[in-house]
């Protein structure tokens, strides 16, 4: 079975610019999770989407962030433009959605470095 | 809003010691999730807990759940170096499938 796929693997850019992620999640999940993990701390929760509607984006920024989910499929998370504190790794996470015991799965993640 | 604690923050232990990680959270909930983090690696599932007074062992690993004390325990047994890793409790927002995790305790297992 296929895993959650992110990419890129690594983005390096200036503050001001504009970054786009993308997210493959397991085939068949119908939960799809954007989490932020700053260096040393636990992952925040960003966004959350079931199929292609937006569960929660309560604590995402969004002067600068987007994020969607067409299809109800894949989807891609937007910083634009980027500050410095904006520097983490951003983790697509993805689940069944559908069960009681529901464990989510992760991708590798995407590290960001703004300079 | 829902507050996940974890405590230590850091432990160093030796091989063959014993030792538990503790998780509190602030509002009810009866799901609560441990994960694994090894360094620049993602997160790995070990854990899930559903009920009050469940318990679930792998391994050397043992969790368990006190949801009217809104407590989770990580216990370590005869620590072995393999188990050096960051490890994140997880609560389930009232049932909303939302993940809200814990600061982390990250541990080293010391030869």
């Known amino acids: 079975e296929a895993g959650v796929a992110q990419s890129p693997r690594y983005k390096i850019i200036e503050k001001r610019q504009s970054v786009a992620f993308w997210c493959n999640p397991i085939?068949?999940?119908?939960?799809l999770y954007w989490y932020q993990q700053i260096l040393g701390q636990g992952p925040k929760l960003l966004i959350q989407f079931q199929n292609n509607g937006v569960v929660d984006d309560s604590q995402l920024p969004k002067d600068r962030f987007s994020a969607e989910r067409l299809k109800g499929v894949d989807s891609t998370l937007k910083i634009q433009p980027a500050k410095l504190e904006d520097s983490a790794v951003y983790l697509c996470a993805s689940s069944l959605g559908q069960t009681t015991n529901e464990k989510l799965f992760f991708g590798s993640g995407t590290q960001l470095s703004v300079l | 809003e829902l507050k996940v604690e974890q405590n230590p923050l850091f432990l160093s232990m030796q091989e063959g010691k014993n030792y538990t990680i503790y998780c509190n959270y602030s509002?009810?909930?009866?799901?609560l999730y441990w994960y694994r983090q090894d360094p620049g690696k993602s997160l790995e599932s070990l854990f899930v807990l559903l009920s009050n007074g469940a318990v679930k062992q792998e391994g050397r690993l043992m969790a368990s759940l006190d949801t009217k004390a809104r407590l989770s325990t990580l216990h370590i047994t005869a620590a072995v170096h393999d188990l050096s890793a960051t490890y994140f409790c997880a609560v389930d927002m009232s049932g909303t499938y939302k993940y809200i995790f814990g600061t982390g305790t990250r541990l080293k297992v010391l030869a």
């Open positions: 085939s068949g999940h119908a939960t």
């Open positions: 509002t009810t909930s009866d799901r």
